[in-house]
């Protein structure tokens, strides 16, 4: 694609191609400007103007460009999020200039972003089997990013280094004023091997520019990935917020497979903070508009969203069928989600009694040598193998586990990894130590609002014969006497909203609502919306102990 300079803004761009097209004498010309606008008109929510555009370019559906389109359209337009479509016109349009070295009548950030985003979303080995042999078809300029998703996505342990190395080559070689076009196969890179952090300052900045030129496919698909690296470093209002954002972009422009990711974002937040019924409502909504698309990720991340709940929750059998329909144990691939759900199916098999098939699990993370993908990788994997170990083994797995420099990085895990180690402790007895690995475990929750964990933290707290601090009790500070689902209900409801107006935010039912509130009155000892305001203020976390 001859694309018009970064500093023009995109929706801008789009007119000035067509009426470049409109005054070329040249048929030629006048067909590539017109094919170089609809690309364009994709990626700026103009989506409904690109059917026309290729028509009037005189691309009938039948050409390269023409399959090539419609398998755009599929992933993006029209709500459709075809990824089976999407790779079967992508196959046909490659195989029709198979027989030839040129290429000019594909445009090659077309065909390679297309294939990317199915490769990602179809989660199989055939698309990337078919993005590997076109990196040799295009220019090495344009395919450098590609290739280095291509080794992040399909062989991380091996190439992790060194895709780090060409990030960072690729990200300092960008020009000042680089569009977030450029820069989103590089962030899909950064994610595929946890990477994303150094460089977040330059798709943040990027995505309020792109956004407000009207990128707007380009700037979703980047708040989806800031959003993933929030979670991961335990800012989850912010991946939280982030993925609103995004998603009420999507929803607004027809972006129906982006939004969907989005929505996950929201689902594991949610589960991570124990908002149950929550993350089961997104994880069945995206699931079955998903399945019959193709898009194999969604699958494994609803059931890591899933499983994640039910940790939270003590319902270790149902986390356990959940984690073991991400990778089976033992047989786990580098891929995401699955080296993010190593020690989610750790835990759960062997707080299900499944210690065999825990420690098979941890031991072929180990000999995978799952480690090199990243640190966040590495602190997953030593906490697996410490909360799958014998108690004489267990403990210096623990200490290695957490002098790991991922650990402060990836609070979630750190505490979790404290909360094993002081059940450990706390059950063979070494009770001072226990207490440390406790007390540090119920912080961070509580920092992260993870409710139902740092729950769990203060009750193996007090088997050690210390009562739990009383935390923060100002004014507006959640009250731990309600779940994280009823305090999200009653706060919405002391603003004002109705139940429908709530079940709309909560992806709830106004019956669900309704019933919820039943439960929150006497909980918080009131008769009507209108006292809960004042209710939330001066309840004491004191009561939510007792209650829980």
Not at 114 to 139: N, T
Not at 403 to 431: K, M, N, W
Request: proline content about 5%; aromatic content about 6%; charged content about 25%.
């Amino acid at each position: 694609m001859r694309r018009p300079s970064p500093r023009v803004a995109a929706s801008t761009a789009v007119a000035a191609l067509v009426r470049a097209g409109e005054l070329s004498p040249d048929p030629a010309d006048r067909s590539r400007r017109l094919v170089d606008a609809a690309l364009l008109a994709s990626i700026t929510g103009q989506l409904d103007e690109v059917p026309q555009l290729l028509a009037d370019a005189g691309q009938a559906p039948d050409t390269p460009t023409g399959l090539v389109f419609a398998a755009t359209a599929h992933l993006l337009t029209n709500n459709e999020g075809d990824v089976d479509a999407a790779y079967r016109l992508l196959d046909r349009a490659l195989d029709d200039v198979a027989d030839t070295a040129d290429t000019t009548g594909l445009d090659s950030y077309a065909v390679l972003y297309a294939l990317l985003v199915v490769s990602i979303y179809a989660a199989r080995p055939e698309p990337w089997e078919l993005l590997k042999s076109e990196l040799d078809r295009f220019d090495p300029e344009t395919v450098a990013p590609f290739r280095l998703c291509y080794d992040a996505y399909t062989d991380p342990v091996r190439t992790s280094d060194t895709v780090r190395e060409g990030l960072a080559r690729a990200f300092a070689a960008l020009p000042a004023h680089a569009a977030l076009w450029q820069v989103v196969p590089l962030a899909y890179a950064a994610v595929g091997v946890d990477d994303l952090y150094g460089y977040r300052y330059l798709i943040q900045r990027m995505i309020e520019r792109e956004r407000d030129d009207g990128a707007i496919g380009v700037a979703i698909a980047g708040l989806l990935m800031l959003s993933i690296d929030s979670y991961e470093r335990g800012q989850w209002d912010e991946a939280d917020n982030l993925a609103r954002e995004g998603l009420d972009l999507a929803a607004a422009n027809g972006y129906r497979l982006l939004g969907e990711q989005l929505r996950f974002q929201l689902a594991f937040v949610a589960a991570a903070r124990g908002n149950v019924d929550l993350t089961r409502a997104l994880t069945d909504e995206i699931s079955t508009w998903a399945a019959p698309r193709g898009i194999g990720i969604t699958q494994s991340c609803a059931r890591h969203a899933r499983a994640i709940a039910a940790l939270g929750e003590g319902d270790y059998e149902e986390a356990y069928v959940q984690a073991i329909q991400v990778d089976p144990p033992g047989a786990l691939a580098p891929g995401i989600p699955g080296r993010w759900a190593i020690m989610d199916l750790v835990e759960a098999a062997v707080r299900a009694g499944h210690i065999d098939q825990a420690r098979a699990h941890a031991a072929a993370a180990q000999q995978a040598d799952m480690a090199r993908i990243s640190p966040r990788t590495a602190l997953i994997t030593a906490g697996a193998a410490a909360v799958a170990a014998d108690d004489d083994e267990a403990g210096p797995l623990f200490e290695a586990a957490l002098s790991l420099p991922a650990a402060d990085r990836c609070p979630f895990e750190r505490a979790r990894i404290h909360l094993a180690y002081g059940q450990r402790l706390r059950r063979t007895r070494v009770t001072t130590r226990a207490r440390l690995h406790l007390r540090a475990a119920i912080d961070t929750f509580d920092q992260l609002g993870a409710l139902p964990w740092a729950q769990r933290a203060r009750n193996e707290l007090r088997a050690t014969g210390v009562a739990t601090s009383r935390p923060d009790t100002s004014p507006g500070t959640r009250s731990a006497s309600l779940t994280a689902q009823e305090w999200q209900i009653a706060t919405l409801a002391a603003t004002g909203l109705t139940n429908k107006q709530i079940g709309e935010r909560l992806f709830l039912s106004h019956r669900t609502v309704g019933a919820h509130l039943h439960r929150i009155f006497p909980k918080l000892g009131i008769t009507s919306r209108a006292a809960l305001r004042a209710a939330l203020e001066t309840i004491t976390p004191d009561e939510n102990d007792q209650a829980l």
